[in-house]
Nanobody, 123 residues
Framework: QVQLVESGGCLVQPGGSLRLSCAAS????????MGWYRQAPGKQRELVAR???????NTADAVKGRCTISRDKAKNTMWLQMNSLRPEDTAVYYC?????????????????WGQGTQVTVSS
């Protein structure tokens, strides 16, 4: 059984930085598309950044210039480097992965989801 496990979320002051990690366990050869989503209280889950099987990257406008997604495809591991954090970045962050598609356009395309890691930006 394949599982995704996020880590790295915590309480951070505005302007601070965090690095989230997503690691896969179980019997999986290689993911294709991967991505980071987040869900703030009372809001719908939204895409933060995604990376294709070929390594192309898209980043949401809300975090562009502040967040960088990366992955080690061979190790089925993904990271999200978050800088210049703002209170509005407060959310539960989820990693998602697909073996079927090269790019995550819809949440339904994700075959696996992590349990989420809480990021709180507050002074």
């Amino acid at each position: 059984q394949v599982q995704l496990v996020e880590s790295g979320g915590c309480l951070v002051q505005p302007g601070g930085s965090l690095r989230l990690s997503c690691a896969a366990s179980g019997s999986i050869l290689s993911f294709n598309a991967m991505g980071w989503y987040r869900q703030a209280p009372g809001k719908q889950r939204e895409l933060v950044a995604r990376i294709t099987g070929g390594g192309s990257i898209n980043t949401a406008d809300a975090v562009k210039g502040r967040c960088t997604i990366s992955r080690d495809k061979a190790k089925n591991t993904m990271w999200l480097q978050m800088n210049s954090l703002r209170p509005e970045d407060t959310a539960v962050y989820y990693c998602a992965a697909s073996v079927r598609v090269d790019i995550l356009r819809y949440e339904s395309q994700s075959d696996y989801w992590g349990q989420g890691t809480q990021v709180t930006v507050s002074s």
